[in-house]
């Protein structure tokens, strides 16, 4: 296969079983016709899409085991400490002699490819990094004929309200109108000059996450009176997202084209059962006593699922259900306690202050880190040092931490009793059952590979792959913990991602299920590059 042009369009947060549907209804024929002359193979991320680092796997080339990262949530065993961690790798591209060009692709960090032009940051879902842009002055120039991105909706879940709904829906199709004539004019005409061209849509994936509900069915909030907008909503992001490919497989002419997502999408299965219900469940099984507080109208029917104002957001609302968090040991609490009691000029001094520490780290080489304080979970952390297990704050999976000692700063668990411990944590949990299925809460629990003294910080001890949407646990012992609102509706549940490879000497047709991390050097080999031995998969283009 000799060189050619490679166009790459990231379908983040695509669901292929919803988008073919709409194909077939005419919704997309951009993609229909792409779909129609390409070769489509279903991709399996298995559990690496549970890392949420789907697109730090595409911009790495390397699966979690030989990134050896397995979350973007990182655990300080020193100091109890948690954050979640933006891109840590060099992109796989800047070992190559190829001239390539990146718009909003996530976790792409300009600092460590020099080479590499573009602009990361803009509007992307969970960039992974900061706004930036190479050459530095295109930056300057893209917000002037672009703006700042559009939409202040990306993360937020409007269920509760039919029109913050619409609003969402609408923001989101908007943005993905400038997204589609941004991404046009910096492959036509602003930076022509490329061998390959990557760019990423998040606006779906934030719709996905949002208006989930609004299409299926079988979804406890499908019959919500928000349930018609979000379904309406989600079709005209998708359509927004289609005109988006149609415009730049129409600009690059006769280059190769893979438009992909690394996995599928589905009903949330996680956001309360890992953020407050398994925290909580934790704490209970170490005190006996109960730190999370919810209302009794919610108790009274936990096989009902507690509702929010229309005017309620999910996480002020969490905050009221939840205690102070318990202070640190540390010396930051005591001096934000300190700053709180200064006069207002002081203040905007310290705030200016902590502003060039941010911006001065972000020079840096090192990872941009964001604060996790927003989680419920993360109010158990004063308490971790004393308690035998407890949850790490998570966007997935639950994610539990053995208190080990020799590991831990304050471990309390003896390596010699670590499997011992383990097994008590999984019986809980294996236990715990859910008010409205009657069925059990936890579909499997997962052990690393990796010796427990050794676990790195992106790791945990026990997975907890959680099953179907639930709002409580109860347990025979401890109680019930929660009912709590539904916080996302959509998730990371589909089986499948997929990839539609077009190029003159690839024939089309469906190629069945390869491996998500194929992808890169299928791009490899369409740009006519040798295979870079340090990345995971292989083509797709080859026989699996």
């Known amino acids: 296969m000799g060189r050619r042009r ?9 669901d292929v ?6 194909m077939a209804a005419g919704e997309m024929p951009a993609l229909a016709d792409v779909r129609h002359r390409a070769a489509r193979f279903l991709l399996d991320h298995g559990s690496s899409t549970r890392t ?13 085991d030989a990134a050896q990262r397995w979350a973007a949530v990182e655990f300080d065993p020193a100091t109890y400490g948690v954050w979640q961690e933006g891109a840590r790798f060099t992109p796989w591209w800047a070992d190559l002699d190829s001239q390539v060009v990146v718009f909003d692709a996530p976790y792409v960090d300009l600092r460590r490819s020099p080479g590499t032009k573009g602009i990361v940051g803009w509007g992307a879902h969970d960039p992974g990094t900061v706004t930036a842009a190479r050459p530095r002055a295109l930056l300057k120039e893209f917000l002037q004929r672009f703006d700042p991105y559009p939409s202040e909706w990306t993360y937020e879940t409007p269920w509760p309200s039919a029109s913050r709904t619409r609003q969402m829906a609408a923001a989101l199709s908007h943005a993905l109108e400038v997204r589609a004539h941004a991404a046009q004019w910096l492959a036509l005409d602003r930076l022509p000059e490329w061998d390959f061209f990557l760019a990423v849509a998040g606006e779906l994936h934030g719709a996905m996450e949002g208006l989930w509900h609004g299409v299926d069915r079988n979804h406890p909030l499908h019959e919500h009176p928000s349930g018609v907008e979000a ?3 989600l079709i005209d992001v998708h359509r927004g997202l289609d005109r988006m490919v149609g415009k730049l497989v129409r600009t690059v002419g006769d280059a190769a084209v893979v438009a992909f997502t690394l996995g599928g999408m589905g009903p949330n299965h996680s956001d309360p059962q890992s953020m407050v219900l398994l925290p909580e469940l934790l704490y209970r099984h170490a005190f006996g006593r109960s730190l999370l507080s919810v209302p009794s109208e919610w108790t009274a029917a936990p096989a009902q699922l507690p509702a ?6 999910w996480g002020a609302a969490a905050m009221t259900w939840m205690p102070t968090p318990a202070q640190d040991e540390e010396a930051p609490g005591k001096l934000r306690a300190w ?8 203040k905007a001094v310290l705030k200016a202050g902590r502003a060039a520490v941010t911006a001065w780290r972000a020079s840096g080489v090192g990872p941009v880190r964001s604060s996790l304080d927003w989680q419920p979970a993360a109010r158990y952390r004063g308490h971790w040092p004393h308690m035998p297990a407890f949850a790490l704050p998570s966007f997935y999976d639950g994610r539990i931490r053995i208190n080990l000692r020799g590991r831990e700063r304050n471990g309390v668990v003896d390596p010699s009793r670590y499997d011992e411990t383990c097994a008590a944590i999984e019986a809980l949990l294996r236990e715990s059952r859910n008010p409205l299925t009657g069925e059990a809460a936890v579909d499997r629990i997962e052990r690393p590979a990796t010796e427990p003294l050794a676990l790195n910080g992106s790791d945990c001890d026990l997975v907890v792959v959680w099953r179907g949407v639930a709002t409580a646990l109860e347990h025979p012992r401890l109680g019930l913990i929660g009912p709590v609102p539904l916080r996302r509706t959509g998730g ?8 539609y490879v077009v190029a003159p000497d690839v024939s089309p047709g469906d190629r069945g299920v390869r491996s998500s991390f194929d992808v890169v050097p299928t791009i490899i080999e369409l740009l006519g590059k040798p295979g870079l031995a340090r990345l995971t998969g292989k083509s797709l283009l080859n026989n699996p």
């Open 17 to 22: 079983s919803l988008a073919e549907s709409l």
């Open 6 to 14: 490679v166009l790459a369009i990231g379908l983040d947060g695509l």
């Open 52 to 64: 949420g680092l789907a697109w730090e796997h595409v911009a790495s080339g390397l699966s979690p």
């Open 339 to 346: 700053a709180r009691k200064l006069p207002v000029p002081l």
């Open 231 to 233: 379904a309406r909503g």
């Open 492 to 499: 990371h549940t589909g089986p499948h991602g997929v990839a």
């Open 308 to 313: 929010l104002t229309p005017h309620d957001g």
